[in-house]
T-cell receptor
Framework: GQQLNQSPQSMFIQEGEDVSMNCTSS?????WLWYKQEPGEGPVLLIA?????ELTSNGRLTAQFGITRKDSFLNISASIPSDVGIYFC????????????FGKGTSLLVTP | GAVVSQHPSRVICKSGTSVKIECRSL??????MFWYRQFPKQSLMLMAT?????????EQGVEKDKFLINHASLTLSTLTVTSAHPEDSSFYIC???????????FGQGTRLTVV
């Protein structure tokens, strides 16, 4: 089945630093999604990408859909303590077209 | 955005009992709902897809007789964990969509602990 490889697994940074994480897929995706999950909560959609090469921003967050359609990255600029959480990339599930296949997540810790 | 609500948010049950988790779309009609399971420090794994009025489609390795899914209305899907065992302890999350070209909205999750 599809494999989503997300890196890094975790990041420990200081407030104000920029963050970059990426995701690669073993197969071509038509959609890339980035979610944030806080402890004890469901994931919340941050950015959705629908076209190869697309670069989309949401406040301090920027994500790009790779040209090969097999990768995507998420950048967070000027991190703040409330950015703490686990960030997941996701794409369409192979078996259930409308469900999602998630990466393993990047755990972000931000120190003041 | 659309709101998906799960109930309960956390539940503790004894081994061998059954637990029902509800997933409701509060301000939209969800033709399709999904159930995911997330073990500690791991990713979300799809368990099943349910369409209103029809039987759920389960992913490989998910026992349909153990995880009963009912999607009887356009705003409610339920997941019943039957004869729960400690290894069923996990975070269960649902999501709901209104149609093919819409994003899925996630519930806040249900923490199940089987003792």
């Amino acid at each position: 089945g599809q494999q989503l490889n997300q890196s890094p697994q975790s990041m420990f940074i200081q407030e104000g630093e920029d963050v970059s994480m990426n995701c690669t897929s073993s197969s071509i995706f038509n959609t890339w999604l980035w979610y944030k999950q806080e402890p004890g909560e469901g994931p919340v959609l941050l950015i959705a990408l629908y076209k190869a090469g697309e670069l989309t921003s949401n406040g301090r967050l920027t994500a790009q859909f790779g040209i090969t359609r097999k990768d995507s990255f998420l950048n967070i600029s000027a991190s703040i303590p409330s950015d703490v959480g686990i960030y997941f990339c996701a794409g369409p599930h192979a078996n259930s077209g409308y469900a999602l296949n998630f990466g393993k997540g990047t755990s972000l810790l931000v120190t003041p | 955005g659309a709101v998906v609500s799960q109930h309960p948010s956390r539940v503790i049950c004894k081994s061998g009992t059954s637990v029902k988790i509800e997933c409701r779309s509060l301000d939209f009609q969800a033709t399709t709902m999904f159930w995911y399971r997330q073990f500690p420090k791991q990713s979300l794994m799809l368990m099943a897809t349910s369409n209103e009025g029809s039987k759920a489609t389960y992913e490989q390795g998910v026992e349909k007789d153990k995880f009963l899914i009912n999607h009887a209305s356009l705003t409610l899907s339920t997941l019943t964990v039957t004869s729960a065992h400690p290894e069923d302890s996990s975070f269960y999350i649902c999501s709901a969509k209104t149609g093919a070209d819409t994003e899925a909205f996630f519930g806040q999750g249900t923490r199940l602990t089987v003792v």
